[in-house]
């Protein structure tokens, strides 16, 4: 090839890059036409204007026209044309990645300035979905009767918690939900250092799993797209679902708000003593009888130190435009929370905020910096603690994110987004010495653990690991969307992510007590690329999203030329590269019915920490020295889910829509673990792509809408999700315990056949015509109601008969069910108002089984058996089950 040919081939590739650029949907558009009312013809040049924003277009010589780049949110749209009325739809609804069809019909006339304002509803059934998806705007996060936006997840059919609190989303894995903000992917790719190696090895460190996710005020959050279903090629490295998280725009006009809640007021039935049966208070000198007695925490918090020493959450919010500086406009939340647990110890600390910039160089650029910070200090209740809580782990995670955003609309139909971030995330676990408020030095501060004789709770020493790690991520986004014509929006794309991750992770450092003292570092730096186009063709009888994706990782590190034989040679890891196919289709039967298809390939590289997990090993003389271990395999190839779907919406009436959906999803190269024995002192088991399921369903929803006034949804999900493993590293406990690995599918732990959840919301509207006492007591009074109920997950039974084969998972625990309530009421005062609302969760206290004994399929009983391990302070361990009844109070002050 000549130079002039190789310089041309570079600057043809380099040019690809730069204008296909690539970010998830963070807006959408509306379509629609201008029509005369008394002939019905087209009428162009028509002018349509959001009002409040710079965006509008014209109508063409069809009357038709389409506006782009619309940030989500309720907007007034203005039509006008010279000889006719204006006319204004106010509260018109723009979705992510969704078209908002209107249809204008004007009236000639003589009077200048004469208007028509009518008010928009959202329709009931959205004609351009060729997914299971659920769009949830900021009024139901804040309004429902909720901790944060991940309980308004579980509303959401196909998704639900395991026994610990980990989010699944149809049968997928806990790890196989993409966490985005404004179209940045958010995800730990370390999860706080928790791989499936730590995770899973007793059930407080699965629950500390679940807190160590993406944080972010509620406050801050102005629309949530949960995709259930398949997803467009926009969309990638996720198998299961994506939470697509839009944030607030600033405001032109000030604004603001600011909110308290308490903690729990009711006593918990837990944090006494005796509370369930009588106090072990276990021996802890048999020569002296001394014992060890537990009393509740006598300080909030377990005695962290605070700025402010009390139970409870302020959180707030404000926006405005910039002093002195025109067309820069600002938003800011933050939170302040304080809650101790409901449990004997425990807490959760939590301080965030969140700020976004908005500068508008002109009327076709846009400049946006984002600013997120959270820090999270919790302690998760473990049992086999309770009578030394001061000696078991606590979690520090701190997660700042910084996003530049700039929109540039290039002409009406045509616009680009690019998108720079830097995330920096950094965990810390270990014992906290609360005299001198620090984590304790592993290399001199821990000791070693020692139970009582029963084998059941500790009575001397602390936490046998201290675990640090950090994650740096630098990454390059955005996208180009280009509407070719009324029926063609195309969409194409890069993105370049580079992280620096390193982990420090120490355990049983006592080495003098017989500890195995283990080290554990690495530092990576792994590179991900991705590449994408899509189209999304919309006609009046179809709606298609075509597309396809390219993904690129690198996880620069070295494996072993054979997994089985770790004395063969390290050789490096080549590149993986994995393309996948995307199609989604919706046919509009009739005006009030749509039917879609969706299917498509996804895949997903498997988590950073099982991929780097003691690569110390590959060395030979370092394994034989160990009696067993996990060893990450850096050359595992990217799991996959090949997903198929087909569903059917219906508005019934003015008011309600049905929606059902029917979806089968077959799971392979998932992350497994395989035991390998070699040489007799080489005993280990390594990552590789061995796990396999399936998953099948069908998803119930119905809504009903009574103006702004009543709003109802139901929905039901019947699914079966089964595999050989529920977690990466299941085939290697079974190793270790001497069982057999698995080699066929069985329902696996997160599998719940049944779930049916419901919420209703109720405003009393302010009538003008209202009298005082109205106005004091219903006047713009909100009650919201929750109720889930769900069949139990599945368990392995035991028997006394060690001859009798059982099924891994052939029994069901019992059905677990709440009712959550909230009301508000609101009073106007001029500028502001104030509100005071209540909460009371599992409003009939009731009793929900997260884990049962094996022996006899029930809470806290064991059958009375005789062994170590099962005395009845042990036993009944109240995490175990959900939470009890818990009422809170709050009130609020809003301004604008």
Sequence with gaps: ??????????????????????????????????????????????????????????????????????????????????????VVEKQVKVSVDLTTTLRFVLSPTVIQGEE????????????????????????????????????????????????????????????????????????DPLQGGFGSELLETNQARQTMGANLGLSIDDEAID??????????????????????????????????????????????????????????????????????????????FQGYPTALDFPGQFQGSFSGPVPGIRKLAFFFSGKYSNQDSWLPHGFNLERSYFTKLSYYASSTLKINFTENFSQKIFQVYNHAWKYLPQNHGINKLDQRRHILTLSHTLSPRTFYTLNFSYSDQKSKYGVWDWEKNRFKDPNTEYRKGERDNELEFYIRGNEDLYLQTESKIFSIKGDLNYQ???????????????????????????????????TITFNKKPLEGALYVQDKMEYDYMIINAGVRLDYVDVKARKWEQIDDPLSPLVDTPPRYQISPRLGMAFPVTARMVFHFAYGHFFKFPNYADIYTNLLYQNPENMSKEAFVIVGNPGVKPQKTISYESGLKVQLGDNSALEVTAYYKDLENLLG???????????????????????????????????????????????????????????????????????????????????????????????????????????????????????????????????????????????????????????????????????????????????????????????????????TDYVHDPSDAGPPRMIRMGAMVLFK
Excluded at 138 to 159: C, H, M, N, S
Aim: charged share 20%; glycine share 8%; proline share 5%.
């Design 484 to 518: 070719a014509g009324i029926h063609h929006e195309f969409k194409t794309g890069f993105e370049v992510k580079y992280y620096d991750l390193s982990s420090y992770k120490r355990l049983e450092p006592w080495p003098e007590e017989g500890g195995a003292n283990r």
């Design 673 to 871: 673990t395989h035991y390998y024995r070699k040489q007799l002192i080489y005993r280990y088991s390594v990552f590789t792509n061995i796990d396999y399921g399936s998953v099948k369903g069908i998803d119930f929803t119905w809504r009903y809408r009574q103006g702004r006034f009543l709003n109802l949804s139901l929905n039901y999900t019947y699914s079966v999700a089964t595999g050989n493993s529920s977690f990466p590293t299941q085939q290697a406990y079974n190793a270790y315990f001497g069982l057999q690995e698995v080699h066929r599918e069985y329902p696996l732990d997160f599998d719940r056949r049944h779930v049916i959840n419901a919420f209703a919301t109720f405003t009393y509207p302010e009538r003008t015509a209202a009298g005082s006492w109205e106005r004091l007591l219903l006047s713009n009074l909100n009650f919201n109601v929750i109720v889930r109920y769900s069949s139990g997950l599945p368990y392995t039974p035991v028997t006394d008969d060690p001859t009798l084969f059982i099924e891994p998972n052939s029994a069901r625990q019992p059905w677990t069910g709440t009712v959550d309530l909230r009301l508000e009421k609101r009073w106007r005062l001029s500028h502001f108002s104030l509100a005071l609302f209540g909460e009371v969760t599992n409003l009939f206290d009731r009793l929900n089984a997260l884990r049962v004994q094996p022996f006899t399929g029930r809470l806290w009983d064991t059958g009375k058996l005789q062994l170590l391990a099962t005395g």
């Design 1 to 86: 090839m000549s130079s002039f040919s190789r310089t041309f081939c570079n600057g043809i590739l380099y040019l690809l890059i730069f204008v296909t650029l690539l970010q998830a949907g963070t807006t959408g558009k509306i379509r629609g036409i201008v029509l005369d009312k008394e002939s019905g013809d087209p009428l162009p040049g028509a002018n349509v204007v959001l009002l409040g924003t710079y965006l509008g277009a014209s109508t063409n010589a069809k009357g038709e026209f389409i506006i782009l780049n619309i940030p989500p949110g309720r907007y007034d749209v203005e039509v006008s044309m010279l000889g006719y009325q204006t």
């Design 223 to 300: 629309e949530m797209v949960v995709i259930s279903g398949t997803f467009n090629a926009e969309y990638g490295n996720v198998m299961s679902g994506i939470v697509n998280i839009v944030t607030k725009e600033p405001s032109t006009r000030y604004n603001g708000k600011l909110e308290f809640i308490s903690d729990y007021l009711n006593p918990s039935p837990y944090r006494r003593t005796n509370a369930l049966v009588p106090d072990k208070n276990p021996v802890i000198d048999a020569d002296t009888g001394q014992r060890l007695y537990f009393s509740p925490p006598s300080n909030h």
């Design 116 to 187: 028509v304002v009518v008010v928009a509803e959202r329709p009931l059934v959205q004609k351009d979905i060729t997914s299971q998806q659920a769009y949830v705007d900021a009024k139901t996060i804040t309004e429902l009767p909720v901790r944060d936006f991940r309980d308004v997840l579980t509303l959401q059919a196909g998704i639900v918690r395991d026994a610990s609190g980990r989010l699944h989303i149809r049968g997928g894995r806990s790890g196989d939900i993409a966490f985005l903000i404004d179209g940045v992917y958010m995800d």
